[in-house]
């Protein structure tokens, strides 16, 4: 599920108040979610709340993970 015009310019609007490293973090963990999202909505079969006769499972919440990575620690939503 690709981010909407609304959620990207909240997004932005964010990042104009950060300092450059707090960007690129935020940046880097907003790309891996996003990245997640798309891998399970493929695996299931189709998106959140979303009703489908092909869906081949369904989505049970998610559990926070930190990545450490050289931009920082990534704080994700796994499926």
Do not use: W
Not at 25 to 46: D, K
Request: hydrophobic content about 40%; cysteine-free; glycine content about 4%.
């Amino acid at each position: 599920m690709a981010l909407d015009q609304s959620a990207l310019l909240a997004l932005l609007s964010e990042l104009k108040l950060t300092n450059v490293t707090d960007r690129i973090r935020m940046v880097t963990e907003t790309l891996y979610q996003e990245l997640i999202n798309a891998e399970a909505t493929a695996h299931i079969g189709a998106a959140p709340f979303e009703r489908s006769d092909d869906r081949t499972n369904q989505r049970n919440g998610t559990r926070p993970r930190v990545l450490t990575t050289t931009a920082g620690d990534l704080h994700l939503k796994i499926p």
